[in-house]
């Protein structure tokens, strides 16, 4: 069973940071293609990061240079590291993989998703 479960999420000022984790389980993680997405309240929910099994990082716009995808394969893991943080960023972040390991930025393309952990950034 495909298990995808992420945390750190809060509430913050802008400029601060937050390092969210997702934890996985029940499909081959080194191999796999590891995603963050983002749903604001009222919109769709948009491609954030995505990393390939081996290196390859792909981000949207909107947060290139400020945040990292990266992941432990040891511990099953993908990190999002969020620095300088805006409000605009404020949404539900949640993890996607894909076990065929291609890094698509379509949302369409993931069937395994986590619960998703709100993050709230004040002005």
């Known amino acids: 069973q495909v298990q995808l479960v992420e945390s750190g999420g809060g509430v913050v000022q802008a400029g601060n940071s937050l390092r969210l984790s997702c934890v996985t389980s029940?499909?081959?993680?080194?191999?796999?293609?590891m995603a963050w997405f983002r749903q604001a309240p009222g919109k769709e929910r948009e491609f954030v990061a995505v990393?390939?099994?081996?290196?390859?990082?792909l981000y949207a716009e909107s947060v290139k240079g400020r945040f990292t995808i990266s992941r432990d394969n040891p511990k099953n893991t993908v990190y999002l590291q969020m620095n300088s943080l805006k409000p605009e960023d404020t949404a539900v972040y949640y993890c996607?993989?894909?076990?065929?390991?291609?890094?698509?930025?379509?949302?369409?393309?993931?069937?395994?998703w986590g619960q998703g952990t709100q993050v709230t950034v004040s002005s």
């Open positions: 996607a993989a894909d076990p065929t390991g291609w890094p698509s930025i379509d949302v369409n393309s993931y069937r395994n």
């Open positions: 029940g499909f081959t993680f080194d191999t796999s293609a």
């Open positions: 990393m390939k099994w081996k290196g390859t990082e």
